[in-house]
Every structure is written in C-alpha cells, then in structure tokens.
C-alpha cells in the first residue's frame, strides 16, 4: 500500500492531509499519510510533502531534529518530494530576501533552483490568479499566492511546468517538485495528484 | 394608478438594494469562477496568512533586538508592541498602538511576518497599520478599547485581523465582522495559563455541543450568539471554527504552550513570558520546541530543560486582580 508523508513540523500540514487524501481517492489509489517528525518517520514513507508555513521555522527544527540530512540523503537518493511556498524555498539550492538580501537559514537544499523569499512584498500584497499548467490539463488552475517566494533561475535539469508574469511558479526536477503557491488552499487536487503519479513512477 | 405602482415597485427595490449594501459590508463578494487578473486581499489569503501560522510561536517584541531574537529562535511571526502586556499592566494610563518607527525597523530587519496591535474599534489606527504593511493586525484588548460597542468592520482591509475571544459567541461575532483568525483572551501579562485554558476549553466545548443540535437549536444559538444562522449551522458541520485558533494569554513556559495544544490550539502567542524572563533565548527555542512536538513526551521534556523555573516571570494570581484590572472583559 501506498504511505505518503507530510513534513509537520509547522505550516499548513492538515491541509496537506486532506488534498492528499482526497487526490488518492480521485485516482481510485488506497493509501496512507503519515506525519513526518522524526528521521525514523523518514523510513516509512515512499514520498513526501513539505508544506506552506515559515521555512526558516521549519528549517531550524528540522535541523535540531536530525531530520534535514536524513531529508537530503533520502531525496538525493530518490525519495519523492513536493514543496509548496515554504517547502519550495527548503528545496531549493540558494535563497535570499527580496529585501535583507543573503538570509542564513538551514535549507534541505536539493533543487537546483534559486529562490527569492517575500518577492511579491508584504501579506496585503497577497494574492490569487489563474494560471496555466498545461502538464495537468487546460483547465486553468487557481493559484493562491500568500506572501509567496519567486523562482528567479533555474538549473538546466529543472523542467519550468507553469509560470506568472514570466516567473517559474511550478517546476520539477527529477522526482522533486516544487511550487511557490498553496494548491492545498485549493479543492483543485491536481498538481497532488501529479505528486502521487511520481512517487508510483520508479 | 399605474404610475404610483411603479413608483412603489422602485422604491421597494431601492430598499432591497440597499439591504444587500449592507449585507456587502460584512461578507466578501464571491470571486468570479475565472481570474486572469489577480486579486489581492481575498477570504482564501487572508485565512490562509493565518493557516500558514500553525503549529507556530507568535511572540510579542518591543524592539528590533527582541525581534531578532525571537526570529533566531524559531518564531513564526512577532507581535510588535509599545510595551509587553505585564509592564501595560504595571503602567496604567491608557496603552496604544506601539511607534510607527519601531514597527518599521523591525519590518526592515527580520524576514518573518511582523504582527502589530490596534485598539479595538480604532479604524484609523487600523488603517496606519495596513498603510505600513503589517502582515496581520491585532485588535486587542491588551491595548485600552477605543470604542466600547463596535469592533472594527475587518471586511474592509485588504490586511488579515486576529481577535481575542473567551467563548464561541465572542470568536462567532469576531468572524462575521471579518477575523481571519481567533485567538483566545486568556489573562495577558500575568504569567499565568488558566484564563487561556479555560477560554480555550470553552470554544471547544460549545463547538461540540454544536454537533449534536437541530436546525432549530442551532437557530436559537445564532440568535443567543447574535451572528446569522449559517455561520454557526457551518461551524457545527466542520467541528472547528472557520478560521484558525490560537491560545494566547498568560503562556509562560514550554509546558505552557504543549498544554495549549494538547487542548487543540492551532499554534500560540507568547506575550511577556519570554522577555519578561532571565532566559529569553533559551525560553523561546524552548517553546518553540515544545509547540510543534507536544505530543512527543521525550521532546517535552527536553524543551523542559532548556529553560529554568527560577527564570520564569513572577506572574501573577488572577484572583489578587481586581475586577476593573482585568482585560479580558474588554470588547466582547
């Protein structure tokens, strides 16, 4: 049977769960989500979902918890994983702050991606649009973008599956996929489901 | 004859339309179903700002040395104030918004959300805040209330609210005028948990004896509760409240804070407790720790003995308060 994880730590982890959950049910697949906190709980799982919420939070205890490098070990090694905002920004390779600059968070650091936290400005700058992700269907998909990060450039193994006003918002890497909006804000479980087709894809 | 009929068939569509005005300022219009341009300031960023705090520490700061402490510590946001709510209380006088430039400051030097508070029902002060861009606006009754019936209409900002409740109604009518989260009042800058496990342990009860009511019950609660019919006949369906609910109000140790949770707190608000100790660093990891494992005993413990008793702030016995010292009657 099919055990998918979610990193929680902090952030949106029910709502995780329950896209999860409800993406397994619209691909007549049977499985479990565990919560992922400590490194034996890595053991378990044939994928994992890193969630929204603050990444230097989830960073640092991650880091406390043994939990970072068994994380980099397992992905390097092959373990699926999906990132959305905070979780896009913990993948990647290198990050700074639109305005600070160079920030010295721990990072999982897998993705060959370079990201920029706080892009859009302040949570009043928050917002929600359409966009299109032709890999999921020409439906178009709401993204919800919430204080959200921007992914300024890409490696040339990085495949770019969805862009905003130019940016690369959804963008995959072998088994690592990341986005810097909140599809779980959403009933649209669509790109979840794209994460469970690349966890049976081995 | 015709003519006054007509005149009367406008008049009355005139009435209809102005009761939906009203109806517009405590509800959010509903997006259209495609959206090439976006939207800022929308119900699903505003609660969602508030979602992404879970499992988190918000904690209250003074200055851009706190903050930064706070954010090495693991704090998920800071609530920037004027004064902590234990010396708000020594004070006296009357407590307002903390310095537009000190807000600024912090804003400029960590990368963490940062949290302001307003008086309640102080639109203006409000307004400032959003100007600024602070990322979520307190209207807290730690400050002195500056308008004693209403509450701010949270429908017209762009910028997501928290409100302290003690119960359901008080969570309930915050929510309708616009909240994108709820915390509990507790008893702020006493040290001193039980007002915020009991406020805490009230919202769940009468969540739970919501599940188990008609229509008709649920009817004579929204009137008892003062709030339209579907936002509590919704609140009974889910089990939980619409938007996210912190504990907040006298949190002072790691244990503190597991304990909030383990009541089904979404995520805490520490107020004085970590600055008004000797070991504000090691106090703020600790709780931080505390906040995402507390149902790990083995972590507990170890959050447990970053920090020491000794070190705790004095706090205060909510019974030696008298009832005009208390600030949690304010604004329900």
Redesign the interface.
């Known amino acids: 049977m099919l055990k998918l994880g979610v990193l929680?730590?902090?952030?949106?982890?029910?709502?995780h769960v329950e896209t999860l959950k409800l993406a397994l049910s619209r691909l007549s697949l049977s499985g479990s989500i565990e919560l992922v906190?400590?490194p034996s709980d890595v053991e378990k799982i044939q994928g994992i979902v890193v969630p929204?919420?603050?990444s230097?939070?989830i960073g640092?205890?991650a880091e406390?918890m043994g939990l970072l490098k068994v994380l980099r070990d397992k992905i390097e090694n092959g373990l699926t994983v999906f990132g959305t905002?905070?979780g896009a920004i913990l993948l990647a390779k290198e990050v700074y702050?639109a305005?600070?600059g160079k920030?010295d968070q721990p990072l999982i650091g897998t993705m060959d991606i370079k990201i920029v936290?706080?892009y859009y400005?302040?949570?009043?700058?928050?917002?929600?649009?359409?966009i299109l992700i032709p890999v999921v269907g020409s439906k178009?998909f709401?993204g919800?973008?919430?204080?959200a990060p921007a992914i300024e450039s890409v490696g040339s193994k990085v495949k770019v599956l969805a862009t905003y006003e130019g940016l690369p918002v959804l963008v995959q890497q072998d088994k690592m996929l990341a986005a810097t909006f909140?599809p779980e804000?959403?009933n649209d479980t669509r790109i979840h489901e794209l994460f469970i087709k690349n966890v049976l894809d081995r | 004859m015709v003519d006054r009929l007509e005149e009367l068939k406008d008049f009355l569509y005139g009435l209809l339309e102005a009761r939906d005005k009203m109806k517009d300022m405590f509800t959010q219009t509903p997006?259209p179903s495609?959206?090439?341009?976006?939207?800022?300031?929308?119900i699903?960023?505003?609660r969602?700002?508030a979602?992404?705090?879970?499992?988190?520490v918000c904690m209250d700061v003074t200055n851009v040395e706190q903050a930064q402490i706070a954010?090495d510590a693991?704090?998920?946001?800071v609530m920037v104030l004027d004064k902590l709510p234990y010396d708000v209380r020594k004070a006296g006088g009357v407590a307002r918004m903390a310095d537009i430039k000190v807000i600024e400051e912090v804003?400029?030097?960590?990368?963490?959300?940062v949290m302001a508070k307003c008086r309640i029902g102080h639109y203006m002060e409000a307004k400032v805040l959003?100007y600024i861009?602070?990322?979520?606006i307190d209207e807290s009754e730690v400050l002195t209330p500056a308008d004693d019936k209403h509450h701010i209409n949270k429908w017209l900002f762009?910028?997501?609210f928290v409100n302290g409740a003690r119960n359901l109604g008080e969570a309930l009518r915050r929510i309708y005028e616009g909240a994108s989260m709820i915390r509990t009042k507790g008893e702020a800058g006493t040290g001193n948990v039980s007002e915020a496990v009991k406020h805490m342990k009230q919202i769940m009860g009468e969540i739970r004896a919501l599940r188990a009511m008609n229509d008709e019950e649920i009817l004579e609660t929204a009137r008892k509760y003062n709030v339209p019919y579907e936002l509590v006949k919704e609140t009974a369906r889910l089990g939980r409240l619409l938007v996210v609910n912190f504990a907040a109000g006298g949190i002072a140790t790691p244990a503190d804070a597991a304990l909030m949770m383990l009541l089904g707190a979404d995520g805490v608000f520490v107020g004085s407790g970590i600055f008004k100790s000797s070991d504000p660093e090691a106090r703020a990891q600790a709780i931080?720790?505390a906040t995402?494992?507390w149902d790990?005993p083995e972590i507990i413990v170890e959050a447990c003995r970053m920090v020491s008793e000794k070190s705790s702030m004095i706090g205060i016995d909510i019974k030696s308060l008298k009832p005009e010292e208390l600030l949690q009657v304010r604004g329900e």
């Open positions: 929680a730590i902090q952030g949106a982890v029910s709502e906190k400590r929204g919420g603050e230097t939070v640092r205890i406390r905002c905070a702050d305005k600070i920030v936290r706080n400005g302040r949570q009043k700058e928050s917002f929600e649009v359409d178009p709401r919800v973008f919430i204080r909140h804000l959403t | 997006l495609e959206l090439r341009i976006p939207i800022k300031g929308t699903v960023v505003k969602g700002f979602q992404m705090q879970k499992g988190g954010e693991g704090a998920v946001s804003m400029a030097h960590i990368t963490i959300p959003e861009g602070v990322d979520m762009k910028t997501p931080v720790l995402s494992y790990d």
